[in-house]
């Protein structure tokens, strides 16, 4: 059993910056890949970012390469995202979700487990 609670989500103009934090409690974080996702009024959820248990691998969706990274502290049982200018088409409400790894350090976009309650990203023009 793993919860997941997100923090960070608010207000931003575009071109500024904004910090998502998911904290983990239950089960360790370690061996647990983890992404980010985001669902928009009337559009369907979407991978965002993802990130292996170690950190060496990520993935991103090609809307926010260059602009997004994620990252992790396992020591923390903490994963990041760092939205740097944030575009109004990234306003969403973004989940943090996880999955159990084991021994396969690599990144899904797929078949997560666990999920946090979100945190709403509103960017303004």
């Known amino acids: 059993q793993v919860q997941l609670v997100e923090s960070g989500g608010g207000l931003v103009q575009a071109g500024g910056s904004l910090r998502l934090s998911c904290a983990a409690s239950?089960?360790?974080?370690?061996?647990?890949?983890m992404a980010w996702f985001r669902q928009a009024p009337g559009k369907e959820r979407e991978f965002v970012a993802g990130?292996?248990?170690?950190?060496?691998?990520?993935d991103y969706v090609d809307s926010v390469k260059a602009r997004f990274t994620i990252s992790r502290d396992n020591a923390k049982n903490t994963v990041y995202l760092q939205m740097n200018t944030p575009k109004p088409e990234d306003t969403a409400i973004y989940y943090c979700?996880?999955?159990?790894?084991?021994?396969?350090?690599?990144?899904?976009?797929?078949?997560?487990?666990?999920w946090g309650q979100g945190t709403q990203v509103t960017v303004s023009s």
């Open positions: 239950g089960r360790s974080a370690s061996r647990y890949g």
């Open positions: 979700a996880a999955v159990f790894r084991g021994s396969m350090n690599y990144v899904t976009r797929t078949g997560y487990d666990y």
């Open positions: 990130i292996s248990w170690s950190g060496v691998n990520t």
